[in-house]
Each structure stands twice: as structure tokens, then as C-alpha cells.
């Protein structure tokens, strides 16, 4: 895990959850943004050999779905 300070690039790397197979469940980030040279990346990494298969969703202030992908 990071101690969240910035690189030499200014990014800010902080990591949230362990690369290891893990069972399914859902998982919550409190926080994603964009805007102000502010900006999130989530990446999913499979450790295994097999296909796998997962959904991201996000979701406004509100609680609405929020749609970015089409």
C-alpha cells in the first residue's frame, strides 16, 4: 500500500484491495473523480488463468446511477 504521497509524476498511487483471487462480492469506493486535474483509474486484474467476469458501477451524490460507458 501506498503512504499516499506524490511520485515525481504527481500521481498519487494507492492500493485499495490485494491481487489475489477473492470470492465473489461487492466491493465500495467512497470516492471517485474528475475534474480540477483530479482524476480516478480503477483496474481489475485477473490472477488466474481462467476467464473472469465482473460489473462497475457508479453512481451520483444522489444515488442515481450514473452512466458513462456506452
Known amino acids: ?12 498511487n494507492v492500493t485499495v484491495t490485494p491481487a489475489v483471487t ?3 462480492t461487492t466491493m465500495l469506493f467512497a470516492q471517485f473523480a474528475n475534474g480540477s486535474g483530479i482524476t480516478s483509474d480503477v483496474v481489475l486484474t485477473n490472477p488466474s488463468a481462467s476467464i ?3 460489473a462497475i458501477e457508479l453512481f451520483n451524490r444522489g444515488g442515481t446511477k450514473w ?3 456506452k
Open 22 to 24: 477473492i470470492s465473489p
Open 67 to 69: 452512466q458513462v460507458f
Open 1 to 12: 500500500m501506498s503512504d499516499g504521497s506524490l511520485s515525481a509524476d504527481a500521481f498519487v
Open 52 to 54: 473472469a467476469t465482473g
